[in-house]
Antibody
Framework: QVQLVQSGAEVKKPGASVKVSCKAS????????ISWVRQAPGQGFEWMGW????????NPAHKFQGRVTMTTDTSTTTAYMELRTLRSDDTAVYYC????????????WGQGTLVTVSS | DIQMTQSPSSLSASVGDRVTITCRAS??????LAWFQQKPGKAPKSLIY???SLQSGVPSKFSGSGSGTEFTLTINSLQAEDFATYYC?????????FGQGTRLEIK
């Protein structure tokens, strides 16, 4: 069965970086892309960007350009999202989600990774 | 960016009821619209893609319709497990934006 298993919770200080992993299994990894989405406490969803696991191409949301890097390791079927220069308002649950390579439609979600930014 | 607006923001209903949630896009998105369900403390679950296609394993009590700028999610015969927050998302144009959510509560 399709599974996306994310790395564990992180606590970071302002200005630091965080790298969240998303280990995929149960399907051909490069047949689907990955969307990264975050949800601040008590808030809705914010789409961060799209990662093609086929060729590594990315489409980060404008808001995160220059601060986010999305990468893929096909040998371990793992996607990564690194967010730099963290601020307190980056505190959120970060999700990876499998998306259709043709149009990006999401069908499966990871369990989420809580990233807390606090001094 | 395309703005997605859901209505209502919250909704009270009883077990057995049928409810409809609306999602409006600030510009046309063809049928590139998905619906998700989220329960407290849990990851979202995908319900519908392409505005009206059910994800595998999703019961037929859920249905979606619409195209262009106006979309609806209908849930028939509400059961206790359906009370949750529902979100729409457009994936026609980057960035893929979400509605603010509709909280469905038990009356």
């Amino acid at each position: 069965q399709v599974q996306l298993v994310q790395s564990g919770a992180e606590v970071k200080k302002p200005g630091a970086s965080v790298k969240v992993s998303c280990k995929a299994s149960g399907y051909t990894f490069t047949d689907y892309g990955i969307s990264w989405v975050r949800q601040a406490p008590g808030q809705g969803f914010e789409w961060m960007g799209w990662l093609s696991t086929y060729n590594g191409n990315t489409n980060p949301a404008h808001k995160f350009q220059g601060r986010v890097t999305m990468t893929t390791d096909t040998s371990t079927t793992t996607a990564y999202m690194e967010l730099r220069t963290l601020r307190s308002d980056d505190t959120a649950v970060y999700y990876c989600a499998r998306g259709n390579s043709q149009d990006g439609a999401v069908d499966f979600w990871g369990q989420g990774t809580l990233v807390t930014v606090s001094s | 960016d395309i703005q997605m607006t859901q209505s209502p923001s919250s909704l009270s209903a009883s077990v057995g009821d049928r409810v409809t949630i609306t999602c409006r896009a600030s510009q046309g998105i063809s049928n590139s619209l998905a619906w998700f369900q989220q329960k407290p403390g849990k990851a979202p679950k995908s319900l519908i893609y392409a505005a009206s296609s059910l994800q595998s394993g999703v019961p037929s009590k859920f249905s979606g319709s619409g195209s262009g700028t106006e979309f609806t999610l209908t849930i028939n015969s509400l059961q206790a497990e359906d009370f949750a927050t529902y979100y729409c998302q457009q994936y026609d144009i980057y960035p893929f934006t979400f509605g603010q959510g509709t909280r469905l509560e038990i009356k």
